[in-house]
T-cell receptor
Framework: GAVVSQHPSRVICKSGTSVKIECRSL??????MFWYRQFPKQSLMLMATSNEGSKATYEQGVEKDKFLINHASLTLSTLTVTSAHPEDSSFYIC????????????FGDGTRLSIL | GENVEQHPSTLSVQEGDSAVIKCTYS??????FPWYKQELGKGPQLIIDIRSNVGEKKDQRIAVTLNKTAKHFSLHITETQPEDSAVYFC???????????FGRGTSLIVHP
């Protein structure tokens, strides 16, 4: 089946650091990638949708200057949390899809971000 | 936009029993309904999906039913096993620029 690799799986860093998370589709071309944030025991909260070669579309309330998304190729999207603070600590998950109608998303295994 | 309600939030069963998780959606244009299983510390994994032109789909111990008129769909797991313990999410969306809406999740606990 389709495989999405997310790296790193865990990050612990000091407040003020910028952190980059990578999301790769390993065996298919991901026209569209999604970035989610998940709080403990809660559902997935969509942060942004990115299409290859164009600017990401951010959900209401998500700061685009805080969460920089780049989708430069059909197999790679990155999320950079800039000047991270403790309130940015969370579980970040990416997913990818071919973009064809009614095709499922395939999720990465998430990145646990802890800001001290 | 779409609104997906999922119940129950927690479901506890004995090994071998059946488990049923129910979701309702609001947008009649939605035509694709996937179910995901999320184990602790991992991303969600697609376990089964159904499209609006089908009323039921089965894959071994897992089945999904869809009632378009009532706008609800359900996940059925038979002969549950401890390894079925996880959080299950339903989602609803429509073709084209598919951005699904997720339910709030159901924590399934299967007791040995």
């Amino acid at each position: 089946g389709a495989v999405v690799s997310q790296h790193p799986s865990r990050v612990i860093c000091k407040s003020g650091t910028s952190v980059k998370i990578e999301c790769r589709s390993l065996d298919f071309q991901a026209t569209t990638m999604f970035w989610y944030r998940q709080f403990p025991k809660q559902s997935l909260m969509l942060m942004a949708t990115s299409n290859e070669g164009s600017k990401a579309t951010y959900e209401q309330g998500v700061e685009k200057d805080k969460f920089l998304i780049n989708h430069a190729s059909l197999t790679l999207s990155t999320l950079t949390v800039t000047s991270a603070h403790p309130e940015d600590s969370s579980f970040y998950i990416c997913s990818a899809t071919t973009g064809s109608p009614s095709q499922p998303q395939h999720f990465g295994d998430g990145t646990r971000l802890s800001i001290l | 936009g779409e609104n997906v309600e999922q119940h129950p939030s927690t479901l506890s069963v004995q090994e071998g029993d059946s488990a049923v998780i129910k979701c309702t959606y609001s947008d009649s244009a939605s035509n694709y309904f996937p179910w995901y299983k999320q184990e602790l510390g991992k991303g969600p994994q697609l376990i089964i999906d159904i499209r609006s032109n089908v009323g039921e789909k089965k894959d071994q111990r897992i089945a999904v039913t869809l009632n378009k008129t009532a706008k609800h769909f359900s996940l059925h797991i038979t002969e549950t096993q401890p390894e079925d313990s996880a959080v299950y999410f339903c989602a609803a969306g429509f073709g084209g620029s598919y951005i699904p809406t997720f339910g709030r999740g159901t924590s399934l606990i299967v007791h040995p």
